[in-house]
C-alpha cells in the first residue's frame, strides 16, 4: 500500500493585499536587467564599438523573451482552474516568443529589437489577461510590467544608437 500524500494546493493567493515582490524574485528580476541597461548605454557611449554592443543586446533580449514565454507554460500546468481551451492558449503562446525571438540576432539591429519589442510587449497584454481568470501573486504584474518596460526601452535606445 502506498502511503498517501496530503493534497496541497500549489496556487498563489490571487492577488493577496500587501504581498511583497520575494527577495530572491526582486534580486532575479531586475539584476536580469543589467546586461539590457549596460548593453544600452554602451551602444550609446561607446560609439566606436556599436557594432558589438547592439547586436549583443538584440542577442540577450532573444534569450530573455524566449524565457518569459515559457512562464505561460507554467502557469498552464499549475492551474487546475483553468478552462481546457485558455490552458490551450498558454501552451501554444508559450512558445511563441521563442519563436519570434531566435531570428532576431541575425537581422538588422533596428527589425531584431522592433520584433523583439513587440514580442515582450504582447506577452505582458497576455499576463494581464491571464491575471483575469488565474491566481497569480500580487506582485507579478507590476515586476513583470516594470522588466518589460526596462527592456522595451533598453531595445529601443540600443536600436537608436545603432542607427547613428
Known amino acids: 500500500m502506498k502511503p498517501s500524500r496530503k493534497a496541497t494546493s500549489s496556487r498563489p493567493p490571487a492577488n493577496s493585499p500587501g504581498q511583497s515582490t520575494p527577495h530572491a524574485v526582486a534580486w532575479l528580476g531586475y539584476g536580469g536587467l543589467v546586461p539590457f541597461v549596460a548593453l544600452a548605454a554602451a551602444s550609446l557611449l561607446a560609439p566606436d564599438h556599436r557594432s558589438l554592443w547592439s547586436p549583443a543586446l538584440i542577442a540577450y533580449g532573444a534569450v530573455i523573451l524566449s524565457f518569459v514565454g515559457a512562464l505561460h507554460w507554467g502557469f498552464a500546468m499549475t492551474a487546475p482552474q483553468m478552462p481546457a481551451r485558455q490552458r490551450t492558449i498558454h501552451y501554444v ?72
Do not use: E, N
Request: charge should be positive; hydrophobic fraction near 60%.
Open 93 to 164: 503562446w508559450s512558445v511563441v516568443p521563442a519563436l519570434l525571438a531566435w531570428p532576431t540576432p541575425l537581422l538588422p539591429v533596428a527589425a531584431g529589437a522592433l520584433i523583439l519589442i513587440l514580442g515582450f510587449v504582447a506577452h505582458l497584454v497576455l499576463d494581464f489577461s491571464l491575471v483575469r481568470t488565474t491566481p497569480v501573486h500580487s506582485w507579478y504584474l507590476p515586476l513583470r510590467l516594470q522588466l518589460t518596460a526596462t527592456a522595451c526601452i533598453c531595445l529601443g535606445l540600443g536600436a537608436w544608437a545603432a542607427s547613428r
